[in-house]
């Protein structure tokens, strides 16, 4: 089991940065791959980014490449998501996730454990 605990999400205007942060407790962190999904009111979750267990592969959804980096510290059993260049588009609640696996995965299936989210909201 693994329980996850997402922090720092908030209101920002457009242009400006957010760090997102997933703490994880329970089973081995080193284990798993980690994701973050968000999903925008009114539409279904959406891949954003994913780090393998190793933290040498990562992955970015296509709207993201460029102003997201997700980043992970085994040591403190915590993954990160820096979000650059915010847009109104990227209003969502964000989740992070993690996958019993040592690739990246970006699908939804693939995920095991997932957190509570948390709002972030682009204002324009």
């Known amino acids: 089991q693994v329980q996850l605990a997402e922090s720092g999400g908030g209101l920002v205007q457009a242009g400006g940065s957010l760090r997102l942060s997933c703490a994880a407790s329970?089973?081995?962190?080193?284990?798993?791959?980690m994701g973050w999904f968000r999903q925008p009111p009114g539409k279904e979750r959406e891949f954003v980014a994913a780090?393998?267990?190793?933290?040498?592969?990562?992955r970015y959804g296509d709207s993201v490449k460029g102003r997201f980096t997700i980043s992970r510290d085994n040591a403190k059993n915590t993954v990160y998501l820096q979000m650059n260049s915010l847009k109104p588009e990227d209003t969502a609640v964000y989740y992070c996730?993690?996958?019993?696996?040592?690739?990246?995965?970006?699908?939804?299936?693939?995920?095991?454990?997932w957190g509570q989210g948390t709002q972030v909201t682009v204002s324009s």
């Open positions: 996730a993690a996958a019993p696996t040592r690739y990246v995965v970006t699908g939804t299936d693939a995920y095991d454990y």
């Open positions: 329970g089973s081995t962190f080193r284990s798993y791959s």
């Open positions: 780090i393998s267990w190793a933290v040498d592969y990562t």
